[in-house]
């Protein structure tokens, strides 16, 4: 049974197959068509996905959509009566919502397909069912509690749920304009983040701030009742979904949230690229703790209602790892899955699922242990992209490739480490990434240099053999998709300085060789030489979607000033580039070319 699920006008635009209850291949539409966060219709990502599983899309016998406009109806045309001025606003979304709803004919035209040749049956699910389902239904578990938190979607902001089985049961929602991910956006802005997908980087600046606006940002936002209310007096009126706009073109546009009352409270906002102050640093401190505080609060609540160890979480806001982290210490859960599509290309995969398992009824066999579900390409095509772009390539045996890799990481080189299926989510996992020493001082200055130009605040992220997880952190939770932020172990700061936050943690990758065996035999070569078993690890990408073909990550090669490419089994080494060459490595044996 084939099942195409869709994320569709809404930000992160995407697609997932699913091939009788198994995730074949998943990807989102920037990767595709080159342009970050894209909201518009994934006709890329639908066919890439067909083009997977070699089928046509007459052979999809059902479309799921992780969005159902005539969810939480009643609640919208409540907040509609209660704030006359956004009536018009609203009708005009709701149009043009549901000009969008005609999935059959939006996919003929994407496709180029009759209309009439397709059979497949249309599901629409609410946003944050099928966020929830994107975890619970790629967990191992057959119980769950299931929490679900972003922005909004479906004009909720966060869902609660019992999951068992091929259940999912909804037991809370709260609705706009109460939004823990929208408090974020709104700080975010209000410090000069005035991007889409910019909360990260708040994140990151939050542990150089101190804690002075705790009790401000409390006035903001409080814990209630198990769940959390706003002051909407801080926020420009929310809730018809205003607060992001997806343009005609698939542009995904921020509106300003903060009314003038925070300027009362914090002064002017900061200008974007203007200097951070200390002002700056300790209202994104102030941020993190108190959304901290409210996730655990909720997480908590749930708990007393559904009292399990096990706790899907999904929705934009589960991609805060700092919060994910921490859980383990502040509420009873004792193990999460975050699937690393978190966000809202996850809800292609949560779409599907749950129309294969809790509307078909179909049985629970799949679990979703990697993230490598995107494109493949093979040696010839990588060969010719290195051919046209007239670069030289050594093409290496696996070993020697993986030693002379760890060679030159070893001695300070930048690498862009280029191989099998593009991940699914956010996180470059070892297939379309950038590898460096973890362990030198100066390697954040580096990358940022020549490579990435990211702010001086962010941190670079470790990917660790998971064997040797509880000897470098305090937690031992594996973390597979990058999704959580742990304090590394005071004996190990200084061995790990390139990758060591500020305040001491790590977002780690734990890397096991059953899930990624060519990148773990790469970090293996490299705690050989070192005796560290650990890599940093940033996403293969300047300013741009990361790379997802050998001639993205070519070109990405040769504009910026990484040292060495591994792609595919072909080496390439820029000519200035020094290493202290393997004393082990046989170079007879190397194919030339
Ligand atoms: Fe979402």
Known sequence: MLILGLNIFHADASAAIVLDGEV???????????RKHFGGFPALAARACLDAVGAKISDVEHVAVGQDTHANLAKKLEYALLNPTKILNFIHLRERKVAMRDVRLLLSKALEVDS???????HHLEHHVAHIASAYFCSPWEKAAGFSYDGSGDFVSTMMARCQGNAIEVLERVFLPHSLGSLYTMICEFIGYTKYGDEGKVMGLAPYGEDRYCNEISKIVAPKNGTFQLDLGYFKPLGSNQGMQVLADGTVRLARHFSDRMEKLFGDPRKPHAEITQRDMDLAFALQSRFEEVFFHSLKH???RVPVDDLAIAGGCALNSVANGKLFEHTPF???YIQPAAGDEGLAIGAALHTYHSVLK???RHRLRHSYLGPEFSESRIQS????????FRKLHRTELLEEVAEHISAGN???WFQGRMEWGPRALGNRSIVAHPGRSDMKDILNARIKHREWFRPFAPSILGEYQHEYFEHDHASPFMLHVYKIRPEKRKLLCAVNH???TGRLQTVTREENPMYYDLISAFHRRTGLPVLLNTSFNENEPIVCTPEEAIDCFQRTRMDVLGIGPFLIVKPDTQVDMIATSSRTKKEII
């Open 334 to 336: 004792r193990q999460t």
């Open 24 to 34: 074949k291949f998943a990807i989102a539409e920037e990767r595709l068509n080159r």
């Open 502 to 504: 500020v305040d001491d």
């Open 302 to 304: 749930l708990h007393e």
């Open 414 to 416: 930048v690498v862009g």
């Open 385 to 392: 992209a290195l051919q046209s772009a007239g670069l030289p």
């Open 362 to 364: 179909q049985p629970r």
């Open 116 to 122: 009439r040749e397709l059979r497949f049956r249309e």
